[in-house]
């Protein structure tokens, strides 16, 4: 599992957008209609710090996790004038299977609800803070 975990991560890297996130779409990032999505990108940042602390992953994936983190905050997080947070960019649902749904095409992955605030989004939030600190 842990070869499995640093194949996917070094594998990941190729496809990081340069404010640290990742692409609905993980490899399709010139697409019209990608975008950067809040949640994914949230437990990647998770994985590396996690993976980082445990041993798993090399030291240079503790300092791709804050880039992430770094990149959600100025991205994705939204903090209103009363101090109350929300996170965008969230895909509410995404999966495979179910004829004729979720036929995992491009189109299907881009077409889904892009929501504020979903746990999909809050939770890996987070996880991803505790791991790092933050």
């Known amino acids: 599992m842990i070869n499995y975990l640093n194949q996917l991560s070094q594998s990941l890297l190729a496809f990081q957008h340069p404010t640290g996130l990742w692409y609905q779409v993980t490899d399709k990032g010139e697409m019209e209609g990608n975008y950067l999505e809040a949640s994914g990108s949230e437990m990647f940042c998770y994985a590396f710090a996690k993976g980082n602390e445990k041993g798993y992953l090399p030291v240079k994936f503790k300092s791709i996790a804050h880039k992430t983190f770094d990149g959600l905050l100025s991205e994705v997080v939204e903090v209103e004038?009363?101090?109350?947070?929300?996170?965008?960019?969230?895909?509410?649902?995404?999966?495979?299977?179910?004829?004729?749904?979720?036929?995992?095409?491009f189109e299907y992955y881009i077409s889904e609800p892009i929501v504020t605030d979903n746990l999909h989004g809050t939770g890996p939030f987070i996880l991803a803070a505790l791991a790092l600190n933050r």
């Open 81 to 105: 004038a009363d101090g109350e947070v929300h996170i965008n960019n969230i895909c509410k649902s995404a999966g495979l299977g179910g004829n004729p749904y979720r036929d995992g095409s």
